[in-house]
């Protein structure tokens, strides 16, 4: 089988468990299900930073157990912290990220490596319960713009693909490929204006804030893994790579528009 037929396989097959998981997991299994994600692109991610395999192990299930026993151990704060991680977060896409790969930098201590990967991973597993929490329709909603953006992306980018979008970090990436990924998101935009009622500019400019994030994200991990001397994460699902392959644009917007709709949750 080609590439293309391995990647729209394994796709499918995620989506097959993830959408009914979606739709009728209760809070506490999707919860749980989300923090064992979170724990393989820990794993993923400790790898990618050579921590030795014992410790990557570690830090995979501490990771997770931590992301499963913040809600019960804070119990009436959680909300609270949650708000906070969301703040972490976009301090760090907005702020610390762009900093990183515009100075192209080379961060190889492990203690800074472990707190980056924290700062990655928790805000993003506390971003999938806020929205969960919210409703299906949220949650999937969110998270189309991602899916929608990559695929875009990935077929324009293949088509029309000429000029170089950061070929210091990631040379299969195109400008034209992003283009591609705003005119899709721009027709989501309008759907959604239209089945929803929401302003259609509003929408637009709020997707086109996480598609910057979306890219930001994808080419973060490639920066990291270029650094690693590594192509992929890891090698769990075929054609995409690892689960950190797979969320690495999620990590960047879930957490940012679940502070989102937090702040506007507060403001009505």
């Known amino acids: 089988m080609t590439p293309l037929v391995h990647r729209v396989l394994t796709a499918g097959l995620l989506l097959a ?7 009728w997991a209760p809070a506490w299994l999707w919860q749980a299900l989300m923090a064992g994600v979170v724990g393989l692109a820990a ?17 995979a ?10 809600p019960y151990g804070l119990m009436a704060a959680w909300p609270v912290y949650q708000s906070l991680l969301f703040a972490l977060a976009a301090l760090f896409w907005l702020v610390l990220a762009p900093l990183w790969l515009l100075g192209q930098w080379q961060v190889s201590a492990p203690v800074l490596r472990a ?12 971003a999938l319960a806020y929205l969960h929490a919210r409703g299906p329709a949220v949650l999937l909603g969110v998270m189309a713009v991602v899916w929608i953006a990559d695929t875009a992306a990935y077929f324009a980018g293949r088509q029309f693909g000429r000029h170089k979008l950061a070929p210091g970090i990631s040379p ?21 204006s239209l089945t929803s009622g929401l302003p259609a500019l509003a929408l637009f400019v709020v997707i086109g804030g996480l598609l910057y994030l979306s890219v930001l994200g994808d080419l973060f991990e490639s920066w990291i893994k270029r650094v690693s001397g590594m192509k992929d994460s890891g090698d769990l699902l075929p054609g995409h790579g690892g689960v950190l392959d797979r969320i690495d644009a999620l990590t960047s917007t879930l957490p940012v528009a679940a502070g989102i709709l937090w702040w506007l949750e507060r403001s009505a």
């Open 17 to 23: 468990v993830f959408v009914p998981a979606v739709l």
């Open 43 to 59: 794993y993923e991610w400790a790898r990618l930073s050579a921590f030795p395999l014992l410790s990557a192990r570690l830090y």
């Open 61 to 70: 299930v501490l990771l997770a157990l931590c992301a499963l026993g913040l």
């Open 115 to 126: 707190v980056v990967g924290v700062m990655l991973l928790l805000p993003t597993w506390a």
């Open 172 to 192: 299969g990436k195109t400008w034209e490929g992003v283009m591609g990924a705003l005119l899709a998101l721009a027709v989501y935009a309008g759907v959604l």
